[in-house]
């Protein structure tokens, strides 16, 4: 249930109305927007449906919420949020590029791209150190060496860093290095993971699963915020289909739709959705007018030799000529390319 109070109510009116409900067995989520404030109130529908709440002073309106999803929808905050990573900001008119190869493999691997990121003006990086491989004998990532390398480039370079976690086990660890997490593909039903990241307060990617629904992804981000955490960012990244031309099919729709559902940022990553490096500019152009918050593109020095997806990155120069031809259509979105 939603509890939408009126512009001028009171803080009093506010906590009597919370403590009614918390003494009814219910918790609630508070947001607090420009205007007004909005209380998620979370629990058995039907046993508050009988409270008389909207006699409460200050309250406007109660709205039952038939959604499985309730911290995430657009009913309980209407604005876009956003979310500020070293200054991106996601969920504005930023468009936030996220770009940085596949792995962590080297020091001067990861070196070489993020001088190039931060040349052309970027804020974040990307990288997994650990890797969720296909096969158990492929390149499962440099672990907390990779951390370390990533660490290093912030102190160097000012950018904030992006980096996959896969297990509970590995949460604090990941955390004691990144700026934000991210949370595969793979990984996004695991929901004992999704549990351990929304108790931080670090901003999320989280990955729409390989076969997902709109609605088992925002389930999943619900998740997250349902142990507090709202920083969640969506990254659309190619479903799977019966084409098997490309990697995965990516799903443009994902975006205005997500966006219909949810407040929450949405993200494209064309590069894990075509897994072919010569798609990647026409998808994220088409990214960027469907109006996506932010692109994810794997970047690698030399992709020849890239220890996972070399099919799909691509070198520093080429990114620059993506992110330049991009500029136009940000521009006539109404946005910029940051
Ligand atoms: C990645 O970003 O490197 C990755 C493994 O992505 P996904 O989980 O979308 O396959
Ligand atoms: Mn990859």
Same mark, same amino acid.
């Given at each position: 249930?939603?509890? /939408? ?19 009814? +067995? ?13 209380? =998620? ?7 508050? &449906? /009988? ?14 919420? !038939? ?5 995430? %929808?657009?009913?309980f905050h209407p604005e876009n949020a956003i979310i500020d990573?070293?200054? *991106? ?10 770009? #940085? ?18 040349? !052309? ?19 499962? +990532? !440099? #672990?907390?060496? +990779? ?38 593909? &793979? ?10 990241? =929304? ?9 729409? #699963? ?26 659309? &990244? ?11 099919? !990516? ?35 088409? *990214?960027?007018? /469907? =109006? ?6 794997? /970047? ?7 220890? %996972?997806? =070399? ?23 109404? &946005?910029?390319?940051?």
């Amino acid at each position: 249930m939603i509890i /939408v109070m009126k512009p001028k109510a009171s803080q009093e009116q506010l906590d009597h109305l919370i403590e009614k409900i918390k003494s009814l +067995g219910f918790s609630v989520n508070i947001s607090k927007g420009k205007e007004r404030t909005v209380i =998620g109130v979370i629990g058995e529908e039907d046993k508050l &449906r /009988v409270q008389p709440l909207e006699a409460f002073p200050g309250v406007e309106k109660v709205m039952s919420v !038939l959604k499985p999803y309730k911290l995430i %929808s657009r009913e309980f905050h209407p604005e876009n949020a956003i979310i500020d990573i070293n200054g *991106a900001r996601f969920g504005s008119t930023d468009i936030c590029m996220i770009a #940085g190869p596949c792995s962590v493999e080297s020091l001067e691997q990861i070196r070489t791209v993020a001088a190039a990121i931060k040349k !052309l003006g970027g804020k974040l990086i990307r990288g997994g150190a650990f890797k969720p491989r296909t096969s158990p004998y492929a390149f499962q +990532g !440099l #672990g907390e060496q +990779g951390l370390k390398y990533l660490a290093q480039i912030r102190e160097e370079f000012g950018l904030a860093i992006v980096t996959e976690v896969m297990d509970t086990r590995d949460v604090e660890l990941v955390g004691k290095y990144a700026d934000a997490f991210q949370i595969g593909a &793979r990984n996004m039903q695991n929901f004992n993971l999704l549990k351990e990241v =929304g108790a931080t307060k670090k901003p999320v990617f989280l990955k729409r #699963g390989l076969s997902a629904t709109y609605k088992e992804f925002l389930m999943s981000a619900e998740y997250i915020a349902s142990r507090g955490n709202f920083n969640v960012i969506l990254v659309e &990244r190619g479903i799977r289909t019966f084409e098997d031309y490309t990697r995965n099919t !990516l799903d443009i729709t994902a975006v205005p739709v997500l966006k219909q559902f949810t407040y929450l940022p949405v993200v494209i990553d064309p590069s894990h959705a075509a897994g072919r490096r010569e798609l990647l500019e026409p998808l994220s152009k088409a *990214a960027v007018a /469907v =109006g996506a918050d932010g692109l994810m593109l794997e /970047v690698h020095p030399c992709p020849e030799e890239a220890l %996972s997806d =070399g099919q799909q990155q691509i070198v520093p120069e080429r990114y620059k000529e993506i992110l330049e031809s991009l500029q136009s259509i940000a521009n006539a979105v109404g &946005r910029k390319i940051v």
